[in-house]
Every structure is written in C-alpha cells, then in structure tokens.
C-alpha cells in the first residue's frame, strides 16, 4: 500500500503562484509514475499533469500547459506541482495520484492510477 499526503495548496490571486506537494509513504514509490489531477465544484475529475517514475516524459493538460511544472525527487518521495500564472478557472481541488504499473508512457486516464491522496483546495480570486 502506498499513502499519498499533498499539501501546499490555499488561496491566491490571479496570476499569483503556489506549489502543490505529494509526500508517498508504505510501499516505494519511487518506481511509480505519479500524476495530478484536479476537480472544480460542478465538475468532473480531469487530468493536470503527470510524470514517469525515471522523472521522464512529463504530460499537461492543454489548460496548463507553459504554466505549471511537475517534477519529483525520488529521494524525497516526494512530487510537486509548480502552479504558475493562475486564473480563476484553476479553482479546484488537487489530487495526486500513483500509477503502480511503470509503462513507459505515464497516462492521463483516472483509472490507470492505483493510489489516491485526499486532496487539497486551490481557490484563485480574480
């Protein structure tokens, strides 16, 4: 079992910045890729970002694409979500998540994520 823990998140102003953190703990992580996804009052779940085991091949959704960055630091378990220039529309709560199965490319599908944190609220005032 692996337990994901974010933290980072609150509220900002349009076009400020906040860096989300994923902290992974139990089974290793290091060999999972680990992704962010986010779901704003009203909607569905959709994918932000996510990232190899190996820290290759990051993905965006076109929404965030130039503005935010995911890295990791396996020595850390630990994933981030760098959230730059953000809008109103950014509002939501940010989950991470691990994808246990190391294909070789990360997929942006929910359900291909094994491991879920519980999430943290990103509110952005226009």
């Known amino acids: 079992q692996v337990q994901l823990v974010e933290s980072g998140g609150g509220l900002v102003q349009a076009g400020g910045s906040l860096r989300l953190s994923c902290t992974a703990s139990?089974?290793?992580?290091?060999?999972?890729?680990m992704g962010w996804f986010r779901q704003a009052p009203g909607k569905e779940r959709e994918f932000v970002a996510t990232i190899r085991w190996d820290g290759g091949v990051p993905l965006y959704a076109d929404s965030v694409k130039g503005r935010f960055t995911i890295s990791r630091d396996n020595a850390k378990n630990t994933a981030y979500l760098q959230m730059n220039s953000l809008k109103p529309e950014d509002t939501a709560v940010y989950y991470c998540?691990?994808?246990?199965?190391?294909?070789?490319?990360?997929?942006?599908?929910?359900?291909?994520?094994?491991?879920w944190g519980q999430g943290t609220q990103v509110t952005v005032s226009s």
């Open positions: 998540a691990a994808d246990s199965s190391r294909r070789l490319r990360p997929s942006r599908l929910q359900t291909e994520y094994d491991y």
């Open positions: 139990g089974r290793t992580s290091r060999t999972y890729t």
